[in-house]
């Protein structure tokens, strides 16, 4: 694995310290007035979940690990798990959901989904950036408030909920974008 200067860790890269795979979720440099330049970075555990603040140097070396992504499909849930096939080789997968974390209600059968592997190890899923989904329940369509920048709450078919514009009704079709968990556009 490269090393890399304390410098030169980047938001999105993913290291290995303290005996554990860390993702940089946010990278500050600090040039304070007295002694030399620093990053504050934020590191997010791939594993656990667990946050930590470190500071590093431009001398300190650490090691960069790069992640291998497949595209899966999702095929089915069983329990607490959810099995994906590798497109490729059609081989099968079985994950616990909870990978996932607050976006599993967004996959759906048949998604295609990027898996990022550690070795074996499988360590997160990413889902599209948008997802199409049904509004069940919502206040009704108001004529004449097409143009005011208000927006009111809605159920998706998927018990999500999100803020949509008074325009949109109710068992209508919308594109949800899954990292933010905000209305998009209509499908």
């Not at 410098?7 to 030399?36: F, Q, S, T, Y």
């Not at 329940?137 to 909920?161: C, H, I, M, W, Y």
């Amino acid at each position: 694995m490269p090393k890399i200067n304390g410098n030169e860790i980047r938001p999105g890269n993913v290291l290995e310290h303290e005996g554990g795979l860390w993702g940089a979720v946010k990278v500050d440099h600090v040039k304070p007035g007295k002694g030399g330049a620093f990053a504050q970075v934020e590191l997010k555990n791939l594993r656990d979940g667990r946050k930590l603040n470190e500071r590093f140097r431009s001398a300190d070396k650490v090691e960069r690990v790069r992640l291998d992504q497949k595209d899966q499909q999702f095929l089915f849930e069983e329990g607490n798990m959810l099995t994906f096939m590798d497109s490729d080789t059609y081989e099968q997968i079985a994950l616990p959901a909870d990978l996932l974390g607050d976006r599993r209600p967004f996959l759906q059968d048949g998604m295609m989904v990027k898996i990022e592997y550690y070795g074996e190890e499988a360590l997160h899923v990413s889902l599209p950036q948008k997802v199409v989904c049904k509004v069940v329940e919502t206040e009704p369509v108001v004529k004449g408030q097409t143009a005011a920048n208000s927006f009111k709450p809605a159920v998706l078919d998927n018990g999500v909920r999100v803020m949509i514009p008074p325009f949109v009704g109710q068992d209508e079709d919308i594109v949800v974008n899954t990292e933010t968990f905000e209305y998009a556009e209509r499908a």
